[in-house]
């Protein structure tokens, strides 16, 4: 079996054909340039679609269905993407569009499934079906990315809960009486982990006066900061990268404890850019909640790396179609 | 269809036969006593068990089975009692032991099943069978009594995870580098809320010169203070009274908040002790987790009290049964 997995991000879309044992026959990647427009970007997924089918000889009729996860908050039953403020979106039925552009470039009927999820979830699924967490049946992926996503599998099943937003890890609160977050929590675990957050603080505390060989690294133009750049500041030495280091450790740690002392899971995957700019990060989370060897769930619980990177989105978005047909 | 439920606590067990409407057609209550031995129990379940049956003029094998909520880490499919340290028990067959005893006091034989599992997951399956929560699909049980115990149902399933230990709130980080817990933890919920916690702190402030009217209220015995006695003097303005509850209220708001912005459940029911000792509790951590609008799941949750108050274990217990047989 066959099917099209897509990974639409704010910067790239990613889109696969992949078979039903998760292995990619075909991808591509493109810019996603969401600021043209929603059309734009249906086109952009036509023509990757039609891409990536030609490549691998097989017509889109072959194709089991077309699986797509989306940054942003998702209707999983009507496709729609209700609000996706890294894309510009709000209340977009991205999975009519997709089917009817489809229609019009396909002389005879398409009779597929369109799916569409979340990102993290369609990425979560990816690691539990064919990565680091394949064989699991309750596992936790926790992505630090610019912000901090995750998706929670409980015995085979995507954790979803009453409205669709379950597993906001990111939004919940490490410190209490911490820093004000946008969604209105005091001390949210994003704040203190998240890629943009440790930007925007490095550049907060720069502009207070405060010392640092970030600014030279990046020869004075902090926009140019990247959790790459205050990882090597802080093996460097450097005092305002080594507290925020730490800190992101001691939260991510303490977020991640606690989740294995709720859930009491086989599995922690942790993911993302900053799980892969500082390699001590992951480590440092494991001895930490491998401390505790009074609470046996956070004695026998895995904590690992996700494994499938870049193509976790695809894969996973694939997997969803395959899963529908079972 | 008839069962009967057994709460095992470390003061009292409750017995119970109910019916599968979630009705109670007799009761009665004994004191556990467990110091006087394991047999000594198993005697009082099997008086007691005696005793309801008869009073509903039923016989023992017109029961669909027994079910039991014990104090303890339970293995569910065995009915071995872990580790049930307020009852100071390890590695009981109460399942075999009781089925036994049963045998033994009746001249026919019996064929029915005796089902246990920890006593909170018993209440909370009380709860969303029978009583607060009957109707939710996803729901979180917060039982605040000398410590916090915790069940959780996802879609119509208790969670219990890879070791069969999930849902342990009471040991989730709510104040990072704060007070040491038995558990190893630094800063756990049951430190700032749990009723043994409060006295003990309590007492702990008052040894170390700390002025309150507590002393005077329990004459000068410091081991009467009870969650109750702390609201009182709370209420008439005592200053370490007001700083404890204050804190329980904090941190306890903080949990909840965090387990909705996790699980995005349609309800979450408070119960035990210390939360009907102190009315303001529950209403200042509704009005606290409600105060954040822009998170979705803190919208939309349902905070509420437990509805079955003393009975939740013995109608949970029976309706494991019940739903064993559907």
Not at 85 to 93: D, I, K, R, S, Y
Not at 146 to 155: D, M, T
Not at 192 to 217: A, D, F, Q, W
Not at 230 to 235: C, D, F, R, S, Y
């Amino acid at each position: 079996m066959f099917g099209i997995g897509v990974d639409l991000g704010a910067t790239s879309v990613r889109m696969a054909v992949v078979n039903d044992q998760g292995e990619i026959m075909s991808k591509t990647r493109r810019w996603t340039e969401s600021q043209r427009g929603v059309h734009n970007v249906i086109n952009t997924l036509v023509e990757g679609i039609k891409e990536i089918t030609e490549e691998t000889s097989l017509s889109i009729h072959e194709m089991a269905g077309i699986g797509i996860g989306a940054a942003g908050q998702v209707h999983p039953v009507t496709g729609e993407v209700i609000f996706a403020p890294n894309l510009g979106w709000e209340h977009v039925p991205l999975k009519e569009l997709l089917f009817s552009a489809l229609q019009k470039s396909n002389p005879t009927r398409l009779s597929f499934p369109i799916l569409v999820d979340n990102d993290v979830r369609v990425v979560t699924w990816g690691e539990y079906k064919y990565g680091a967490g394949k064989g699991k049946n309750t596992l936790i992926c926790i992505f630090v990315g610019s912000g901090v996503g995750s998706g929670i599998i409980v015995e085979g099943k995507l954790l979803r809960g009453r409205d669709n937003v379950a597993g906001e890890v990111g939004h919940t609160i490490v410190k209490p009486d911490g820093f004000l977050c946008n969604c209105g929590n005091k001390g949210c675990l994003e704040l203190y982990c998240g890629g943009l957050h440790l930007k925007n603080r490095t550049i907060r505390e720069i502009n207070s006066g405060r010392k640092s060989i970030v600014p030279e690294m990046v020869e004075y133009k902090l926009e140019r900061i990247t959790p790459e750049i205050l990882h090597q500041a802080q093996e460097r030495g450097d005092p305002l990268a080594c507290e925020l280091w730490n800190e992101a450790k001691h939260y991510l740690s303490i977020a991640v404890a606690n989740l294995t002392t709720i859930f009491n899971p086989e599995m922690i995957i942790l993911g993302g850019g900053v799980i892969t700019s500082c390699r001590s990060l992951l480590p440092t989370v494991v001895a930490t909640v491998k401390s505790n060897i009074h609470l046996l769930a956070r004695n026998s619980v895995e904590i690992v790396e996700s494994h499938l990177g870049d193509d976790a989105g695809v894969l996973g978005a694939a997997a969803m179609i395959f899963d529908e047909f079972k």
